[in-house]
């Protein structure tokens, strides 16, 4: 009994054994939220193990935020040291640390060998916050923070950072957002702040790094006029802070990121009445990037899942028809693949016009830390 | 001879069980040693040194660290004092009150409920009672809408408590029960002789759990409130989850530092600082278990 339990148990995992080898498995790491791992295990995985049913797709989640892609450089940068090749196939990453992942040489340039290259258009698969990234990177998506205000309780929003300064005196608490260390959400507003009252927003998403605009007299008066304006504000606990206060309606009007907006709105997490609008002269906004690790010992197959991912349909289908988010690719190869349901819901509040006019980006990573720095020097 | 036989068969013994002692324990030290200490002073280095002046320089000692965590956190290193203070003295008394009724109390029933329903929420982590106090103390939240419909308040009335209160809150409801737990227990163990003896001659309940009851249970409650306190030191999802605004507490300073500025050298001043207030605490009550035993007993 017990030698043929033993026999069973070998064969098992013979077969099992046989079965492993036969597969290869293409290791993907993302960072970013829930939602993200949830994209690329549940929508993308699928889709390629149609095309290489022996492919396995294994999804590492390292968490949200930039904390999440320094994770995945610390772990690249580490295996380099090693001299041992890299466990991560393709990495999601953010646009913040992508820039030093490539000049520390992490990363492989493959976007020339992917079919989908050519459909790629925007600025930021070119620049990563002052950092040359072209050929390393190819947008996921691209996501955007805007206001969402409650039409019962604002009905008539103020349309820009210096409307809304003033209002603020009006509406004490009315506004509310999430400061600088729990969200980026937050984090954008301030952001968008400094690209206002500063009157340099093009110099700090541009460059090149000016260091006597730090602590200059416009950045310190800016600063003042914030702290100011602080008193006069909720502070909400994160980006779902801000959807859970707007829906219970403690506060009426707060920046959030739009996908994670109309997501929960699907979800009937967050009232239907309540509207987004991109602000006056705008806020930042930012892509996920798929990137390819110079020693990934799976270069052709990784290639070949990001020209999956980088696709019209699976740009049409996935990122904006079931996660809410901007195409990575230009918008129009997306056109013939989509309904005109699904377009106007994701250009009803804000218009192709406004993300072309007021959709930023961060500022270059030598302002961005300062702005949190000064932040946390002069406005708490 | 027989003798000599048998002490040396003894030593023998003796010494086996001293090794296999030794390799009963062996896993458990190494376990601390590689987990705990090590990486425990690699941080400590970290958090004394920066990076050299030269491109090749290596690192060097420093107090810089010190100096911005001071500069930046020294308000959110007092605040942390503070809340873990208060939420202290609070679990102390709610301890005292919920040990004292189960073993005071007179009403079987009540004693009984009490003894089942305080134990909760040991059982609940403290990610998941964050985000339970996040919707519960919210200005619109299920507190104030339950108190609205009882009349107590009007929706114009309402306040949030997502701030410094609604992390006291959390803490409070979250380490009660277990402080509470170990001082019951205490309690419980005591010779009710004494009890009895204040009763006959007339002390009320509350006298005789003041002066009778819990100078017996001060050793169990310390130790409770030392582990309770070290517990809420090292909480990071109570405060970012309720309230992340300035001030806050040190280990969303510490998250902070790491996520947003990839600067470990800071968060592991803040970690050293918070190592120091943790070890005072333990310090304070090594040194009252040294004075008592020398003292009086």
Redesign the interface.
Known sequence: MKFKTLGFATTLAMAISAHAQAESILNVATAGSENMVEYVNQYLAPKFRELHPDVTVRVIGTGPGDAGSNAIMERLSAQKDAGASADIDVAVVHEKPVGKMVTDGLLAKYAASADTASLVSSDKAKNALGVDVEGYVMPMFQSQTAWAYHPALVSNPPKSYAELSDWVKENPGVFGYNGIRNGMSGVSFVNGWMYAFTGEADKMMKGPFDASLVGSEKWNAALADLKEFNKNVTFTPGNAGTLDMLNRGEIGIGPVWVDMFYSWQADGRVNPEIKLMLPEPGMPGQPMHYVIPETSKQRDLAVEFIELATSPEVQAHGIVEQFNWYPGIDAKYLESELSADVWDKLFADITPEDLATKSLSFPLVGYFDAILTSYERDVE | MAQATAFYLTGLIMNASRFSGLLLVAPAVLFIAGLFVYPLSYSFIDAFTVAGDAADAGTRFSLANFVLAFE?YGDDIVFTVLIVSLSAVLIASGAILIGGYITLGTNRFLVNAVRILYRWPLFIPFIVAAQCM??FL????LMNGVLIEMGMLTPLETT?F?DWRGIVITFVWKQLPFVALLVTGAMASLDRAGIEAARDLGAGRLRILWQIVVPQVMPTLIVALVLSIVTMMSVLSVP?????????MMT??M??R?????DYGTANALGVISYLITGLVAWIYLRRGVAGKGGEK
Do not use: E, W
């Open positions: 930046l996040r919707t919210a200005k619109n939240g949030g997502l970012v989850m309720i309230s992340g605004h300035s001030p806050t969303v300073q998250a902070f790491v996520n947003a500025y990839h």
